[in-house]
């Protein structure tokens, strides 16, 4: 079985989703799995999360499902039990990284400053999220930040979209990136799963299109 990050990393791109009710799980993952991005953080900003990480989970064993805005050590279970194969957290939390750590759960907890990196490191991990990448100051901050640790790999989320992401993903230290451009919480609400497969293709085909040219 190839590992989580690695798969993370071979996608290229992570969308993060909000979903408000859970029966739009299974069609949203359909969706993005006809744009050939077979991934979703689903986030732990509303109500629905639990039940949408299982729906989708248990539907199409072919999506890499995670869980966002992991807040709690008791949301990190939840989702454990629900089927999220990784935690994303907003920030550095010392209980949910442990939690995680001690429970197998690849975990990306959320980083924007040097001293944030240090912590998450002193755990032993090395693949973090940069986040929120354009607000803390985009490209360049992260070239800048993320200079000095080497060996240390970022998931840039916050403010992506199709315009920035290949600038992103040029960055040697750039695991994936993270971004709810292509999953917007009118466009599921609305049904329009066809727009959601469309903007998933276009930003697959950004991805392998920077692949392409190292
Ligand atoms: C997150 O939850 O990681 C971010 O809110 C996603 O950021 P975006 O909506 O700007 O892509």
Same mark, same amino acid.
């Given at each position: ?17 909000? !979903? ?6 299974? =069609? +949203? ?6 744009? @050939?991005? =077979? ?20 539907? +199409? /064993? ?11 050590? &008791? ?14 957290? /907003? ?11 001690? @429970?197998?759960?690849?975990?990306? /907890?959320?980083?924007?400053? =040097?001293?944030?990196? @240090? #912590? ?6 090395? +693949? ?5 990448? &354009? ?6 901050? +992260?070239?800048? !930040?993320?200079? /000095? ?51 998933? #293709? ?13």
């Amino acid at each position: 079985m190839i590992d989580v990050v690695e798969q993370i990393g071979r996608i290229g791109i992570i969308p993060v989703v909000t !979903i408000e009710d859970a029966k739009d799980a299974v =069609p +949203l993952g359909r969706a993005l799995l006809a744009g @050939n991005l =077979p991934c979703a953080e689903i986030t732990f900003r509303t109500a629905a999360a639990t039940a949408a990480i299982r729906n989708m989970s248990e539907a +199409l /064993p072919d999506m890499l499902v995670g869980a966002g805005t992991v807040l709690t050590v &008791e949301q990190a279970k939840q989702a454990q039990v629900a089927g999220a194969k990784f935690i994303v957290t /907003p920030g550095f939390d010392a209980a949910v990284v442990g939690w995680c750590l001690a @429970n197998d759960m690849p975990i990306t /907890p959320g980083v924007m400053t =040097p001293t944030d990196i @240090n #912590q998450a490191l002193a755990k032993g991990l090395t +693949l973090l999220k940069f986040f929120p990448a &354009e607000a803390a100051g985009g490209v360049k901050a +992260l070239q800048v !930040i993320g200079g /000095p640790y080497v060996g240390v790999k970022f998931i840039p989320t916050g403010g992506i979209s199709a315009v920035n992401l290949a600038d992103y993903l040029r960055l040697p230290m750039v695991h994936a990136c993270g971004g709810s451009f292509m999953v917007n919480k009118k466009t599921i609400a609305d049904g329009d799963f066809a727009t959601i497969a469309q903007l998933a #293709q276009t930003a697959v085909d950004i991805v392998k299109s920077v692949r392409s040219e190292s």
